[in-house]
């Protein structure tokens, strides 16, 4: 009995070190590079870090791993932990080398005195310079910058990058500065998001983004005109900056030009009080049209006979049906016209009140 029970215990015990030690094996560095990328992508930066702790295997993954996210968010008020947490972020890049970057989000947040400002800004400039020099694809900016005569100057190599194809820029309202005429670039994809922008940037988009075909300008303010002519522009997306023109510049027009041959999808979320600004569109063959909001004082739409669908959810005044009238026409050729309550209503009542007129002046 007693041999018996010596032989199970044995047993036992080598089928525990069989899956300790089979436990122990590192199945994640056997991984191809493709699924490890895909694993670690939903880890955040911090987190990615600590990965590379484990092991040389999890250490290169790391360093090649095309897809980057600074987020300053979890140290926003605590100026000190997101010094160390820039320490970090320059050795990182520093170490990864001229490992190809496909997407770049940088999430920063500027707090503190103006010295540890200057130090910021411009460690942050320098991670936009690497990502230039890395083939960045995707350049994702979001930047609260509390200094008020704040100005964003993105370095001229990241126009120059010819990787480059979209650019996402969110300033809180901090200004942009329009890049040179001379910095041509291919970029097909621009976003820019509350930001306020000068008297250039339509030009700039016109003469140097001959590849652009998605523009997207949400919230943006601070120019009486924005004219753009694109010979490349497929889609626009256009949101106006209530707030800015309706009280902080109440009387100062504003005027959007878009001129496009090739444009097919617009949409215009139109929110200002209609005192003297324009909208201007001419899209010989634009299939797609959204307008939401309201009308400007004038617009001028050339005859859009290619158009497959419009819908208009306008809120027009009683004043406004002119206004609405000279849209209409324009679009008269749309195959599929969808309209809200509001302009239905107001459409309705212009004809009533246009019969009651007739039927008064014939019987009375």
């Known amino acids: ?26 199945r994640f560095s056997n991984l191809p ?53 820039l320490n970090y972020l320059d050795r990182f890049l520093i170490q990864r080398g001229d490992n190809k970057i496909q997407h770049f989000r940088i999430f920063w947040i500027f707090l503190g ?13 320098s991670w936009i310079h690497v990502a230039a020099r890395c083939n960045v694809e995707v350049l994702d900016l979001e ?38 005429l001379t910095s041509s670039t291919t970029l097909q994809c621009l976003k820019l998001k509350n930001v306020t922008i000068d008297e250039g940037l339509g030009q700039w988009i016109s003469c140097s983004c001959k590849c652009i075909k998605e523009l997207w300008l949400e919230l943006v303010h601070g120019a009486k005109q924005i004219t753009i002519s694109s010979s490349s522009l497929e889609t626009l997306h256009f949101v106006s900056c209530y707030a800015y023109y309706s009280f902080q510049n109440p009387s100062g027009n504003f005027h959007l030009n878009i001129s496009g041959e090739r444009l097919e999808d617009i949409y215009i979320d139109w929110k200002v009080i209609p005192t003297g600004h324009s909208i201007s ?84």
């Open 33 to 85: 590079e493709g699924v490890a990328h895909r694993i670690l992508s939903f880890l955040a930066q911090i987190d990615l870090a600590r990965v590379s702790c484990v092991s040389k295997s999890c250490r290169k993954f790391n360093l090649s791993f095309p897809s980057l996210n600074f987020d300053a968010m979890p140290y926003a008020n605590d100026m000190w932990e997101r010094l160390k947490l």
């Open 281 to 364: 569109i001419f899209a010989p063959n634009l299939k797609h049209l959204k307008w939401i909001g309201t009308l400007a004082s004038r617009q001028y739409l050339e005859k859009l006979t290619c158009l497959e669908k419009a819908e208009i959810f306008l809120h027009p005044r009683s004043e406004d049906f002119s206004k609405l009238f000279s849209v209409l026409s324009s679009i008269r050729s749309v195959k599929l016209l969808v309209l809200n309550e509001e302009t239905t209503k107001a459409i309705l009542s212009f004809f009533l009140s246009s019969f009651f007129v007739c039927f008064v002046y014939t019987f009375c």
């Open 143 to 180: 930047l609260y910058m509390c200094e008020a005569t704040t100005t964003l100057v993105l370095p001229s190599c990241l126009f120059l990058c010819r990787s480059l194809r979209l650019l996402t820029v969110d300033l809180k309202f901090k200004l942009f500065q329009t890049p040179s």
């Open 1 to 26: 009995m007693e041999p018996y029970k010596n032989k199970l215990l044995a047993t036992s015990t080598s089928q525990a070190e069989g899956v300790c030690a089979e436990s122990l094996i590192d």
């Open 113 to 125: 005195p103006a010295s540890s400002f200057s130090n910021e800004y411009f460690r942050v400039i």
